[in-house]
């Protein structure tokens, strides 16, 4: 069994990667991904993805590739490529007008639909 503890804010969004490698994990400002590799997490740093400047409301791995998505209550969306244990890369970024509520990656991994606040629905192609 493994735990992961000392988060700042309660935990609202967990997502598997397709791999079942790296859990992602989302509450504050902050995207939290542990490698539960090998004998997992315990006694190793996690991967913390920044640049929201408010709660994370979503975050999604996608169903067959690398990509993780995160939204926030900021109304930022950033799509993520995990690099390795320490190192990531935002590959895309959008600000919408209101908070994220809800976001799912399309069957083909190519496009993520954004849900927000004001009752919109935005589509994102993520090449």
């Not at 399309?106 to 496009?111: A, C, E, M, R, T």
Request: aromatic share 8%; proline share 3%.
């Amino acid at each position: 069994d493994l735990q992961m503890t000392g988060y700042p804010t309660k935990v609202r969004e967990l997502s598997w990667d397709a791999t079942n490698r790296y859990l992602a994990t989302g509450g504050g400002q902050e995207v939290t991904v542990w490698d539960c590799s090998g004998r997992g997490p315990a006694g190793t740093k996690p991967i913390t993805l920044s640049g929201h400047q408010d709660f994370l409301s979503v975050v999604r791995f996608q169903h067959r590739g690398k990509l993780l998505a995160s939204g926030g209550a900021d109304g930022l969306v950033y799509v993520w490529e995990l690099r390795g244990r320490r190192s990531s890369l935002a590959v895309h970024e959008a600000a919408l007008t209101t908070g994220v509520t809800s976001l799912v990656w399309s069957p083909n991994d190519q496009y993520i639909a954004v849900g927000d606040e004001a009752g919109r629905v935005s589509v994102f192609s993520i090449s």
